[in-house]
């Protein structure tokens, strides 16, 4: 035999100690039962332990039992990320473009309202003619009123002078 048992262990033709296990299954099994030295091998082996005896055995999933990824759904997450990413850059773009005509417009409305703005010097020459042509009417009312008044006091001193027959 090219194998010699060393308590639950056995070495194999190249010195290294490893578990004697069914094929494919990591969980060792007691190495007499493999060997079949023992006459009843069933009693040896490992039984299914419940999963709530010992936490440190039980395996951990970690994103549960999801498909490995492949190429195609990569490739479908990658497209899927490219695709939003591109949309994003689009609305971003075309807000940019909208803010950019709105500041172009309020500059533009701002130099016409600096072409139509009135400075305080014309501002104070509209207001001293104003005021000078307010004061000539002022005057002239003042004549118009001394006029009338001259002529009512004269018809009255010559309806006097009527009514009294007094030529002088």
């Known amino acids: ?18 578990y004697h296990g069914y094929a ?10 493999r060997l079949g030295i023992s006459g009843d091998h069933q009693q040896y082996r490992e039984r299914p332990r419940p999963a709530t005896a010992d936490l440190n055995s039980q395996e951990i999933k970690v994103m549960g039992d999801l498909p490995p990824i492949s190429w195609a759904s990569l490739a479908l997450v990658v497209s ?3 695709i939003s990413g591109g949309a994003l850059i689009a609305c971003l773009l075309w807000v940019y473009r909208e803010l950019n ?3 172009a417009e309020i500059a533009n409305f701002r130099v016409e309202v600096a072409h139509s703005y ?5 501002l104070t020459a509209v207001e001293s003619r104003l005021e000078a042509a307010v004061n000539k009417l002022g005057d002239r009312l003042d004549r118009s009123i001394e ?5 009512l006091r004269a018809d009255a001193i010559a309806k006097a002078k009527a009514m009294r027959g007094d030529d002088d």
């Open 1 to 18: 035999m090219a194998e010699k048992i060393d308590g639950l262990r056995a070495r194999s033709r190249h010195g290294d100690r490893k």
């Open 24 to 33: 494919g299954c990591d969980r060792p099994i007691r190495v007499g039962a």
């Open 80 to 82: 899927c990320v490219g």
């Open 101 to 103: 005509t709105l500041r």
């Open 118 to 122: 009135v400075n305080t010097g014309a």
């Open 147 to 151: 006029n009338l008044l001259n002529l």
